[in-house]
Every structure is written in C-alpha cells, then in structure tokens.
C-alpha cells in the first residue's frame, strides 16, 4: 500500500506556472506508475498526466501537452507535475494517483489517492 501527500497548489496569474509535488510512503515507489488527474468544480474528475514506473515513458491529456510537465525521482519518491501557461480552464483540485506495477491512463485504473491540493488561476 502507498500513500500519497500532494503539495504545491496556490493562487497563480493566467500565464503562470506552479509546479506540484507529490509525495510517496513505502519502500516501493518505483514499482508504481503514477499519475495527475484533475477535478473542477461540477465536473468529473479527469486524467491530466501519468508516467511510467522507471520514468521512461509520460503520457499526457491533450489539453495539457506542451504546457505540462509529469516527472518523477525513485529516490525522493516524489512525482512532480510541472505546469506553465496556465489558463482559466485549468483551475481545479489536482490529485496525484499510484498503480502498482503498470501506468494509467484514466481515473479507473488509479489504485491510490491522495487527498488533492488546489490550484486557483486568475485572470
């Protein structure tokens, strides 16, 4: 079992960055893919970025490619979410999700959730 603490959100200008983290308990975090996924207000909770467990390969939503960034470091077990130009559709609480042992790609095939962190855009 993992659990996971994100931190990082905040107030930021359309145009702006923040960058997220999300950091991972056990021994085991290399051994499970690890996601972003999103929640605005009054919608469902959808997929942003996930990355596989050695950190080769990234997947992202379409809405977020070339403005997000998904990393992660085995030794910190911390996975990162780098996000620029942020815009007025991107305000929402933003969790970070595990799998063990393969990646995902939509919120059901997320085993582990933290519990969000907020992310404010102004315009």
């Known amino acids: 079992q993992v659990q996971l603490v994100e931190s990082g959100g905040g107030l930021v200008q359309a145009g702006g960055s923040l960058r997220l983290s999300c950091a991972a308990s056990g021994r085991t975090f290399s051994s499970y893919g690890m996601g972003w996924f999103r929640q605005a207000p009054g919608k469902e909770r959808e997929f942003v970025a996930s990355?596989?467990?050695?950190?080769?390969?990234?997947y992202y939503a379409d809405f977020v490619k070339g403005r997000f960034t998904i990393s992660r470091d085995n030794a910190k077990n911390t996975v990162y979410l780098q996000m620029n130009s942020l815009n007025p559709e991107d305000p929402a609480v933003y969790y970070c999700?595990?799998?063990?042992?393969?990646?995902?790609?939509?919120?059901?095939?997320?085993?582990?959730w933290g519990k969000g962190t907020l992310v404010t855009v102004s315009s």
């Open positions: 999700a595990a799998r063990f042992g393969s990646i995902m790609v939509s919120k059901g095939g997320a085993e582990y």
């Open positions: 990355i596989t467990m050695s950190g080769g390969r990234t």
